[in-house]
């Protein structure tokens, strides 16, 4: 049985922060350029022009693709075939900090959301979690998040009445109200399910599915197909300025829950969705 340990999880998280904070993800980068090319406004068009520009600019000069650089967020995902050491996180500020600090991205942490928001100084604490799964091998899971797109994200407790008619509706009341503040054209995580403390980390697991991989069920591919099409019928367009791309997907993930409940979450993408996942050998 594979042991994780502590140094290999910093080691990927050294060479993995740069790699998000510098490079668009290909799935991401497609979908801006397939976009592009079924843009009828002038100016949408030309954001996703720039948006493309940049990428590439970030790219070949190693510069932040965004001035926000993200809290960090890593999941570590292990299977039955894989023991996970009990300090296998512990070196993960370190390795971040470092990270943050050698490649002069801002540093976005405060110590105490009320009580002391002095800044960190290394974009540190990261947010982690293990996620013991039935698939064998381990991986971990990394996101930069920023702010913004945080921002314009929600929870809502629906009641079991609401149906699949209240989670429209609550997502187009979300996405009218905030997605302009999370830079579209977004990539949105949509959580059903579970409970009110952990329908907001299915919707942000959901955020990790690239864009050309839709659900497995068929279900969930179909609601994930139509949420994408009503949210882009909104005609906020890229950059907010108008246009048939508000998002480039949405992404599904569902849970069993209380009869009396039904939690929805709702996780905003920018168009710079800085997330990856390693394989750890």
Not at 44 to 66: F, G, M
Not at 75 to 101: F, K, Q, R, S
Not at 126 to 137: H, I, M, N, P, Y
């Amino acid at each position: 049985m594979k042991t994780i340990t502590r140094e290999q999880v910093a080691g990927v998280l050294r060479d993995a922060i740069p790699q998000l904070a510098f490079d668009l993800p290909a799935d991401i980068e497609q979908g801006l350029a397939k976009a592009a090319e079924r843009e009828e406004s002038p100016r949408a068009a030309e954001v996703l022009r720039l948006l493309r520009e940049n990428a590439r600019v970030a790219h070949e000069d190693r510069v932040a693709i965004c001035q926000d650089t993200g809290s960090v967020w890593v999941c570590l995902e292990a299977g039955p075939d894989v023991a996970v050491a009990g300090d296998a996180l512990a070196d993960v500020d370190e390795a971040i900090g470092a990270a943050y600090i050698e490649h002069n991205l801002r540093k976005s942490i405060v110590k105490d959301a009320l009580f002391d928001r002095a800044n960190t100084g290394d974009n540190t604490p990261a947010f982690t979690e293990v996620k013991l799964v039935d698939r064998s091998g381990a991986r971990l899971h990394v996101m930069l998040k920023g702010g913004g797109s945080d921002n314009a994200s929600r929870v809502v407790m629906l009641t079991p009445g609401a149906g699949k008619q209240g989670i429209v509706d609550a997502l187009l009341a979300c996405v009218r109200e905030k997605a302009a503040n999370a830079c579209p054209p977004l990539i949105i995580g949509i959580g059903i399910g579970a409970t009110f403390d952990k329908v907001a980390g299915l919707a942000k697991h959901a955020l990790m599915r690239p864009i050309d991989e839709p659900n497995p069920d068929v279900q969930a591919a179909a609601l994930e197909q139509e949420l994408l099409a009503l949210v882009n019928a909104t005609g906020i367009g890229a950059g907010a300025l108008g246009g048939a791309t508000t998002a480039l997907a949405v992404r599904v993930e569902t849970a069993p829950c209380h009869i009396a409940a039904l939690p929805l979450a709702i996780n905003m993408g920018c168009s710079a969705m800085r997330r990856a996942t390693f394989e750890l050998q």
